[in-house]
């Protein structure tokens, strides 16, 4: 991410870092120094960010004008908004703002420290495929969420929903390695000396500086992995080591364990990153397992559907959805099948 508005923010929404500015530990601290040293490019962002992350972990109840002063000149850097919204206001205005500014910053603050509690940050006794060494760390996103964060070298990560990436922490290492299971786009930063390699259940790509999505969900038949800049080598049992070329993707199939190079379309395969919503002719069986996954929700189907296996698996529908509620892209898709929905706390019933 070269934005600094948008590190700025990420940061802030990062649990790992509150805790680093907060209420560091031994390896708290590890980590994000190694990150600063790293990236030294980032270093002013880190800074603001840290400012308000301090600021937000006040525990001061009543008005203060300078801690206020001060958020709101942190914010005027992070938004672009507030220059919009607090240009020619008066100064009342002007507190109001950023009061409303800061709660909606306390929000997401809190929303880290919870994140933070919720994801294992230590070793698993459950997880020795994994967790070899104390090294090793893993972070997830749950079903109906996605996250984004930074390994230790600078490597930016975007996880999809319903996904866990296991990585070690160890500059003494040869290579930088890591394990997803689930979704993940990767924007690698170069090391020439130590290679980028990820690892999944059927392949594994090995990188220096890149920009790629792997797809290995333990429930799909298919494992991808799909380049967009620069270039990584994939390998499987079945595979000779193959140097894929930007728009190449290599497919693993798991029925018959052949493993194909085929172009692709990057709209259509990174575009859940940006929370765009995509389906290219798939069937209603997949369509149930994508939004179901997205949105956090369990499907059950009744009636004539239910026993309707010809109209689960044709592979004709096409749609797009940016932001948009699940009872929106429901309304659309049920035009398309014929079926009639209603959504119960995390369930839709299908008949």
């Known amino acids: 991410m070269s934005d600094p508005i948008n590190l700025i923010e990420e940061l802030v929404c990062d649990d790992r870092f ?10 708290t601290l590890k980590y994000w120094e190694t ?20 600021l937000l972990g006040d525990d001061k109840d009543v008005y203060d004008p300078e801690i206020d002063k001060r958020a709101e000149v942190l914010w005027e850097k992070v ?67 996605k996250v984004s964060f930074f390994l230790p070298d600078g490597t930016h990560v975007n996880l999809n929903s319903g996904s866990s990436l296991y990585y070690y922490e160890n500059l003494e290492t040869s290579t930088r390695e890591v394990t997803l299971e689930g979704e ?20 594994s790509a090995r990188v220096l500086g890149t920009s790629f999505n792997v797809k290995a969900y333990p429930n799909e038949v298919n494992t991808k992995i799909a380049l967009v800049t620069g270039k990584l080598k994939v390998t499987s049992e079945k595979l000779s080591p193959h140097v894929l070329s ?10 018959d364990l052949s493993t194909e190079i085929k172009s692709f379309d990057p709209e259509k395969i990174i575009c859940w990153k940006d929370n765009v919503l995509l389906f290219d002719e798939v069937g209603l069986k997949e369509i149930i397992t994508i939004l179901g996954r997205w949105y956090g929700v369990e499907f059950v189907i009744s009636g004539p559907l239910k026993g309707n296996k010809e109209l689960f698996d044709q592979k004709d529908y096409k749609g797009k959805y940016k932001d948009k509620s699940l009872e929106t892209v429901l309304e659309a898709i049920s035009f398309s099948y014929g079926f009639d929905f209603s959504i119960q706390d995390n369930k839709v019933l299908i008949k």
């Open 18 to 27: 509150c805790k680093y500015v907060l209420n560091p530990d031994r390896e």
């Open 184 to 203: 993940a786009f990767l924007n690698v930063k170069k090391d020439k000396a130590r290679p980028f390699i990820v690892q999944t259940k059927h392949l």
């Open 79 to 145: 938004h672009t908004e507030i220059r919009k919204k607090t240009s020619g206001s008066n100064r009342s205005n002007r507190n109001s703002f950023t009061g409303y500014v800061l709660k909606i910053a306390a929000v997401l603050f809190l929303l880290g420290i919870i994140s933070f509690i919720l994801l294992d940050l230590s070793p698993e006794t459950g997880k020795k495929h994994y967790y070899s060494s104390r090294n090793y760390f893993h972070r997830a996103a749950q079903i109906g969420q």
């Open 35 to 54: 990150f600063r040293k790293n990236n030294p490019d980032k270093e002013e962002a880190i800074i603001q960010a840290r400012q308000l992350v301090l």
């Open 246 to 255: 930007p728009n190449q993707m290599a497919v693993f199939d798991q029925s």
